[in-house]
Structures are given as structure tokens and as C-alpha cells.
Nanobody, 126 residues
Framework: QVQLVESGGGLVQAGGSLRLSCAAS????????MGWFRQSPGKEREFVAA????????YYADSNKGRFTISRDNAKNTMYLQMNSLQSEDTAVYYC???????????????????WGQGTQVTVSS
């Protein structure tokens, strides 16, 4: 059983940056595809970014391209999300997720992921 713990969320002004981390324990995630999602009150969980097991292929929601960067360090069993030029619309709880497969299929579908973290709050003030 793998556990995911997100960290790095907080309050930031519009235009600022945050780096989220997703640390895994229980077993290695080095062969798993991973992703980030977010959810705001009253809204469905929304795809943010995803990365294949080797890190050689990444995927982004259109709203995040050019501002967010997903990466992973398999030696540390950790995934990251660097978020720049944050906007008020980015305010949400951010979740990391993993899939028991190196590949993802449709990375934007929450149902394609097998395990999830508890989330970390990101609040962007305008």
C-alpha cells in the first residue's frame, strides 16, 4: 500500500510562485505514472498535470501550460509541481495521484488513477 502526502501549499499573492511536493511511502512509485489534480468548492476535480514513470513525457491542462512544471525524483520517491504566475483562479485544494502503471492513457481522467493523497490548500490572493 502506498501513501501520498502533499506539502508546499499556502497563501501567495497573484503573480507569485509555489512548489508543491508529493512524497510517497510504503513502496516505490518509480514505475507509476503520476498526476496532479485540483478542486475548488462547488467544482469537480480538475486535471492539472501528469508525468510518466520515467519523466520523459509530461501532460498539462491548457490553463496551466507555460506556468506550471511537473517533475519527479524517483530516487526520492517524490513528485513536484512548480507553479509560477499564480492567479486567483488557481486557488484550490491540490491533490497528487498515482497509477499502478508506467503509462497513463487519458491523463486527465481521475478514474485512471489508483491512489490519492489528502491534498494541500493553495490560496492565491488578488
Amino acid at each position: 500500500q502506498v501513501q501520498l502526502v502533499e506539502s508546499g501549499g499556502g497563501l501567495v499573492q497573484a503573480g507569485g510562485s509555489l512548489r508543491l511536493s508529493c512524497a510517497a511511502s510504503g513502496r516505490t512509485i518509480s514505475t507509476d505514472a503520476m498526476g496532479w489534480f485540483r478542486q475548488s468548492p462547488g467544482k469537480e476535480r480538475e486535471f492539472v498535470a501528469a508525468i510518466r514513470w520515467s519523466g520523459d513525457r509530461t501532460y498539462y491542462a491548457d490553463s496551466n501550460k507555460g506556468r506550471f512544471t511537473i517533475s519527479r525524483d524517483n530516487a526520492k520517491n517524490t513528485m513536484y509541481l512548480q507553479m509560477n504566475s499564480l492567479q486567483s483562479e488557481d486557488t484550490a485544494v491540490y491533490y497528487c495521484a498515482g497509477r499502478w502503471s508506467p503509462l497513463i492513457g487519458d491523463p486527465s481522467r481521475p478514474g485512471n488513477y489508483d491512489y490519492w493523497g489528502q491534498g494541500t490548500q493553495v490560496t492565491v490572493s488578488s
